[in-house]
Nanobody, 124 residues
Framework: QGQLVESGGGLVQAGGSLRLSCAASGRTFSTYAMGWFRQAPGKEREFVAAISWSAFSTYYADSVKGRFTISRDYAKNTVYLQMNSLKDEDTAVYYC?????????????????WGKGTLVTVSS
């Protein structure tokens, strides 16, 4: 049974940076695409970023392009989300996701594995 555990969330001022980590365990995730979703209060969970199993391809929501960078470290079974130039609207619980399908086929309802989330709060 695979597990994903997020860390790195917290309170940051607008314009600041945070790096989220997602540690995978319990199975081999090297053949899984990995990514991040987020859910703000009163809103639906939305896609943020993903990286293919090979790390050859990355995908971003329009709202974070140019500010967020996703990467993965196979040796550490960890995926990262570097978040720069944070805005108030980035405030949300961020969830790590892993799925055997390529990210272009993702919908939040069909994801194979979820973490429990880490809260990011951006203050202006």
């Amino acid at each position: 049974q695979g597990q994903l555990v997020e860390s790195g969330g917290g309170l940051v001022q607008a314009g600041g940076s945070l790096r989220l980590s997602c540690a995978a365990s319990g199975r081999t995730f090297s053949t899984y695409a990995m990514g991040w979703f987020r859910q703000a209060p009163g809103k639906e969970r939305e896609f943020v970023a993903a990286i293919s199993w090979s790390a050859f391809s990355t995908y971003y929501a329009d709202s974070v392009k140019g500010r967020f960078t996703i990467s993965r470290d196979y040796a550490k079974n960890t995926v990262y989300l570097q978040m720069n130039s944070l805005k108030d609207e980035d405030t949300a619980v961020y969830y790590c996701a892993a799925d055997i399908r390529p990210p272009v086929e993702w919908s939040w309802a069909g994801i194979n594995y979820w973490g429990k989330g880490t809260l990011v709060t951006v203050s202006s």
